[in-house]
């Protein structure tokens, strides 16, 4: 299984950035995904996550109404928009899943795949 992220980049605070997630090598379609994101001397947090079945989305409190999470089932491929960005909101972004035909997780302990994350840095 392969969980490829890009997308990270440095940005000034009210900018935005688009994160994408190819994965490869298990079914997609049959995996909630999810966004987690880990700042300097902080633990694992999690961002947003979007179902297998409804698509139904959820996000932290922090991000709630600024970043969108979405999917695409034909390309493998897993979104975040990250809109109104803060310096708060720098951090290592990573893309994972809990088990196939899971639902959402948000115990960092409970997902079973880890993209390779991508650095996200919001300037002041």
């Known amino acids: 299984v392969q969980l490829q992220a890009s997308g990270g980049g440095l940005v000034q605070a009210g900018g935005s950035l688009r994160l994408s997630c190819a994965a490869s090598g298990l079914r997609f379609s049959t995996y909630t995904w999810e966004w987690f994101r880990q700042a300097p001397g902080k633990e694992r947090e999690f961002v947003a996550s979007i179902t297998l079945t409804s698509g139904r989305t959820d996000y932290a409190d922090s991000v709630k109404g600024r970043f969108t999470i979405s999917r695409d089932n034909v390309k493998n491929t897993v979104y975040l928009q990250m809109n109104s960005l803060a310096p708060e909101d720098t951090a290592v972004y990573y893309c994972?899943?809990?088990?196939?035909?899971?639902?959402?997780?948000?115990?960092?302990?409970?997902?079973?795949?880890w993209g390779q994350g991508t650095q996200v840095t919001v300037s002041s």
């Open positions: 994972a899943a809990p088990s196939e035909y899971s639902r959402r997780v948000v115990n960092p302990h409970d997902i079973k795949y």
